[in-house]
């Protein structure tokens, strides 16, 4: 069995997992009007991490995110020589070295906490957390390393920002997940960490099963998502016949969501054409906004969290059905035992992927 948990968030909504689920159940958005942040120096709704100031932005928060998940688990599996982190981002320190976005960070998290390998750094876009979990499950089941730490970071930056804007991608008020008015992403930074383990007894509370998932390229477009859903479709087809799990036993569903036309059309499609359209569904990125490549870390830790609270979180931002295939979208928290979860990640490039969460 593969084992997940010490699960961590740093975010704007604050330092540890209890403060960011203390918000998630008060359905408080991290979102808020940045003056001055867009290209032609226009007010923009973004999520960033109040404090967070100065150079190593990256590095600090990584550093940050480790420094709390040791406090959860055996703290001499980070010096063995069967542990090694995956760093999961997309752009990591660019705004403080253009050559070289990761090497400085990787060296100052092997120094600090000893390490016995060189973490590795996993950059695929938005599906960049996702995969990397996944990765993190297919090496302990492999029996390549026994321990593996992911860490999803991002932080928020102009050379992010003005792409997105270049793309007409950005939302104009905050972004509204799978609603009839929504008009684009919410740009957002943070960092979630997780230890995936085959050892339940490293871990200082209760861990869940981590049922590896797949990943699928649909090779539709550089920047737009399939009108069809078929990598979608496929990767949680393909995870879901790997672990023979029944449409029946999905409890619940935290989709990608992030609030672009096409994005959210794709995913509704594919939910639909998966037979899970009736499935309790949120999107995280109304609290948090997106967080590229530490979004698939952090929406997983939510999950547990979710899940370890029996709780349902409603989808921030979503009134109306917006999509041509409707979607069971949580309007507001509810209790709710959850026994197996479903999370999706899809992104630029064509890229989809999936894991689900077990309760043991």
Known sequence: MIYIGAEVIVSPLGDSVEANWEALSANRSGIALTPGAGFGGEDMHLSKIAGLNGPLRFQQLVIRALSALAQ?????????????????????????????????????????????????????????????LNTAGNMVAAGQYEHVIVIGCD???????????????????????????????????????MLVSGIKAV???SPLELLTGTSA????????????????????????????????EIDFICAHGTGTVFNDEMEAIAFDRLGLPDKPLNSLKGYFGHTLGAAGVIETAVCLQMIRNEMLIKSLGYHETGTSKPL????????????????????FGGGNASLMIRYL
Do not use: W
């Open 217 to 248: 390229n649909d090779a539709n477009h550089i920047s737009g998502p399939s009108r069809t859903g078929e990598g979608l479709v496929r990767s949680v087809s393909r995870t879901m016949a790997n672990h023979g799990i029944d449409i029946r």
């Open 203 to 205: 871990f200082a509370n």
């Open 72 to 132: 959860q688990v055996d703290r001499s599996i980070l010096a063995s020589g069967r542990t090694i982190v995956l760093i999961s981002s997309t752009k990591g320190e660019l705004d403080d070295n253009l050559n070289d976005q990761f090497g400085g960070a990787c060296e100052a998290v092997m120094r600090q906490f000893g390490l016995a390998h060189y973490p590795m750094v996993i950059s695929n876009a938005c599906i960049s957390g996702v995969l990397t």
């Open 155 to 193: 932080v928020a930056s102009d050379f992010v920002l003005y792409g997105f804007q270049s793309l007409f991608a950005v939302s104009d008020k905050p972004c509204a997940p799978f609603d009839a008015a929504r008009k684009g992403i919410t740009l957002g930074e943070g960092c979630g960490a």
């Open 328 to 347: 069971n979208i949580i309007r507001e928290n509810k209790p709710e035992k959850l026994r197996t979860v479903l999370k999706t990640a899809s992104g």
